[in-house]
């Protein structure tokens, strides 16, 4: 999985399976959270976001878990396509604060 | 990338250069952010606009300006470049905010910046 601000994992899947990127984040003062994909060359893309009142989001073919004990994200992205790989990373952000932080991200492969 | 154009795309330059980089947006978003992205770091904030010729710093400004006379262009410039200003620049937007971010954000392609 992703810890914000560590080295960059990496996550194989074949076409067709069900995904699980992980982000463990540091402040619990954070209420809002964002996944963002990035591909090869480009910039980062908004996929979905929840916010701390929430433990569940769900999107087409995207689902964010946000487990606040633990301080832990996940996005899961159900059938896995060729174009789901990408690299995809997290932000926390504390809006009072208005700080946000970005963690380097889990590069997915999705095999044929 | 919602109406976001960064130039140059790729640029070489040499110790103690200037270099301007340019982000154009057509959303009329108010908010306009400059990040940098360097592996084992993630992104982080340069520099952020809340509106024309409103700026404040972000978290690694050092060695960094900006300007904003339109609210469809913010420059970001390296007054004298530096071999750790080495990094890919990405502008962003956001319709709304407080502070550096509390929502969503759009960004450009980004600008590979080569420092020699």
Known sequence: ?????????????????NSIINC???????????????ES?????FIIDIRSNMDKRQGQRVTVLLNKTVKHLSLQIAAT????????????????????????GTTLTVKP | DAGITQSPRHKVTET???VTLRCHQTENHRYMYWYRQDPGHGLRLIHYSYGVKDTDKGEVSDGYSVSRSKTEDFLLTL?????????????????????PTNEKLFFGSGTQLSVL
């Open chain 1, 1 to 17: 999985g992703e810890s914000v601000g560590l080295h960059l994992p990496t996550l194989s899947v074949q076409e067709g399976d």
């Open chain 1, 24 to 38: 463990a984040y540091s402040n619990s003062a954070s209420d809002y959270f964002i996944w963002y994909k990035q």
């Open chain 1, 41 to 45: 060359g480009k910039g980062p893309q």
């Open chain 1, 81 to 104: 396509q060729p174009g789901d790989s990408a690299v995809y990373f997290c932000a926390e952000i504390n809006t009072n604060a208005g700080k946000s932080t970005f963690g380097d």
């Open chain 2, 16 to 18: 103690g250069t200037p």
């Open chain 2, 79 to 99: 007054e004298s470049a530096t071999s750790s200003q080495t990094s890919v620049y990405f502008c962003a937007i956001s319709e709304r905010g407080r502070g």
